[in-house]
Nanobody
Framework: QVQLVESGGGLVQAGGSLRLSCAAS????????MAWFRQAPGKERVFVAG????????YYTDSVKGRFTISRDNAKNTTYLQMNALKLEDTAVYYC????????????????WGQGTQVTVSS
């Protein structure tokens, strides 16, 4: 049974940093894309960043480029999202997701999801 478990969310002041983790289990993910999405209250779930596990190729939405970094640890089967220079508008529930091919940005393209972790940025 595939499981994605996020952790690392919390309350942080604007300008601060957080690192989210997504621990994957249930099968090998070496041929997968791992991605982070976020959903703010009353808004749709949107793509934040993605990484191809095998190559390390990454893709980011424009609003987080230069501030967020996605990475993976093969030994731990874990994906990370390092978030720096956080802004009020980064407040959302952050979700980890996985799929086999490409790095699409539509949530419906992903097969597996974690339960989400809350990130709140305060002024």
């Amino acid at each position: 049974q595939v499981q994605l478990v996020e952790s690392g969310g919390g309350l942080v002041q604007a300008g601060g940093s957080l690192r989210l983790s997504c621990a994957a289990s249930g099968r090998t993910f070496r041929d997968d894309t791992m991605a982070w999405f976020r959903q703010a209250p009353g808004k749709e779930r949107v793509f934040v960043a993605g990484i191809r596990w095998s190559t390390g190729n990454t893709y980011y939405t424009d609003s987080v480029k230069g501030r967020f970094t996605i990475s993976r640890d093969n030994a731990k089967n874990t994906t990370y999202l390092q978030m720096n220079a956080l802004k009020l508008e980064d407040t959302a529930v952050y979700y980890c997701a996985a799929r086999k091919i490409g790095i699409p940005t539509m949530p419906a393209a992903y097969d597996y999801w974690g339960q989400g972790t809350q990130v709140t940025v305060s002024s």
